[in-house]
């Protein structure tokens, strides 16, 4: 009985999910007719797919062109990514195998002032970081937005890489230690091949947020950088077909979907067993 309630949990939860996706994707495909005329939804049967929607989004019709905001968001979440990833993992193994602070300030509360900057809303920053950018000539470019994101995906990874490098025995630092590693060429040839499980995670959830971002990209861009969530709600912004509206929604995520396909190999959490001698 407990099996059955389990999948059939599985099902109603994996339908509320993909209702709306399915619904968007069928959509983008839909010709005028079969979306001003009431409810259709299976294409060849119901309505004669078409690619007006996709031609829209994509600069062959001349209605918009999304793929030079794909690649600028493209752009800023991998730089961002990857310095959050170099600077967040180093600080967060230092945090998992060193003692810091002074007096009642010590490594916990370390970590929790890292998450902090998490909690804050991101309206509360957005003025010091547009003056910020504006003294540094950083506004609307793509370097600026890499080090406003940077700060706001670096205590992800901080936190996300804490709680892994704690599950991951320090037997493993000493014996490398003892073969003539410092502590640095230890955490590079040992731990870091090690934590590949943790760097997936923590990236992951870096570009999730890096590329989803639309407040900051909104405010501190604007017209020579462009990032696809921005153009995205531009075009909601217009009077826009339904069917343009769902096809650049399914653009926008496609990449995060296909990444997610690419790197699920590595997330594997076994990687580390039998690792101490």
């Not at 209702?19 to 119901?46: D, E, M």
């Not at 003025?127 to 470019?141: A, E, G, M, R």
């Amino acid at each position: 009985m407990n099996k059955i309630f389990k999948y059939l949990f599985i099902f109603i939860w994996s339908a509320f999910v993909l209702t709306p996706l399915s619904w968007a994707l069928v959509t983008s495909f839909k010709p005028p007719a079969a979306v001003n005329n009431g409810a259709t939804f299976i294409p060849w049967l119901q309505f004669q797919p078409t690619l007006d929607g996709w031609k829209d989004i994509t600069g062959i019709s001349g209605y918009a062109n999304l793929f030079p905001p794909l690649i600028n968001s493209a752009t800023v979440t991998f730089f961002s990514t990857l310095i959050s990833l170099t600077l967040g993992c180093m600080a967060a193994y230092g945090l998992s195998r060193f003692s810091y602070g002074w007096k009642n300030y010590k490594n916990p509360d370390i970590i929790f002032f890292f998450i902090s900057q998490r909690i804050m809303p991101p309206a509360v920053l957005a003025v010091p970081f547009f003056i910020l950018l504006k003294s540094l000539h950083l506004l609307d470019t793509k370097l600026g937005l890499v080090l406003v994101l940077t700060s706001g995906l670096m205590p992800i990874v901080v936190w996300l890489l804490v709680d892994f490098f704690n599950q991951l025995p320090k037997e493993i630092d000493e014996m490398a230690m003892l073969e003539g590693c410092n502590p640095f060429e230890a955490f590079i040839r040992t731990i870091l091949p090690l934590a590949r499980p943790g760097l997936t995670v923590a990236g992951m959830f870096a570009i999730i947020f890096g590329w989803n971002d639309l407040f900051f990209a909104l405010v501190l861009t604007f017209t020579n950088v462009q990032t696809l969530p921005v153009a995205v709600v531009a075009l909601n912004g217009t009077v826009t077909p339904f069917w343009t509206l769902s096809a650049s929604a399914i653009f926008s995520i496609l990449p995060l979907v296909g990444l997610a396909f690419v790197v699920e190999r590595f997330l594997s959490k076994g990687g580390f067993a039998g690792a101490v001698r």
